[in-house]
């Protein structure tokens, strides 16, 4: 069993950043693909970002590419998701989540995080 535990988040300024981190517990992360998804009010979950456990590799959803970066520690025992060049349409619940290391990085996760809010003013 896969525990995910999300930290960071908050309230920033459109344009500012916010740095997020989620620390799986039980199996090491080195085994699992790991991403981020979003929810905002009255909308679907969606993909953020993803990293590959196997070789690193990223993918990024269009609407946050350029501006988000998602990377592990050295360690890999976190997975971290950089928030630049906030948007106040970046406001949303954030969810961590866990998979099996298949190639496509925005889907087959079975496990999640409670999810961290972040909030973007204009």
């Known amino acids: 069993q896969v525990q995910l535990v999300e930290s960071g988040g908050g309230l920033a300024q459109a344009g500012g950043s916010l740095r997020l981190s989620c620390a799986p517990s039980g199996r090491p992360f080195s085994i699992y693909n790991m991403a981020w998804f979003r929810q905002a009010p009255g909308k679907e979950r969606e993909f953020v970002a993803g990293?590959?456990?196997?070789?690193?590799?990223?993918d990024y959803a269009d609407s946050v590419k350029g501006r988000f970066t998602i990377s592990s520690d050295g360690a890999k025992s976190r997975v971290i998701l950089q928030l630049n060049s906030l948007k106040p349409e970046d406001t949303a619940v954030y969810y961590c989540?866990?998979?099996?290391?298949?190639?496509?990085?925005?889907?087959?996760?079975?496990?999640w995080g409670r999810g961290t809010q972040v909030t973007v003013s204009s």
């Open positions: 990293i590959s456990s196997r070789d690193m590799d990223t």
């Open positions: 989540a866990a998979g099996n290391p298949i190639k496509d990085l925005r889907t087959g996760y079975s496990y």
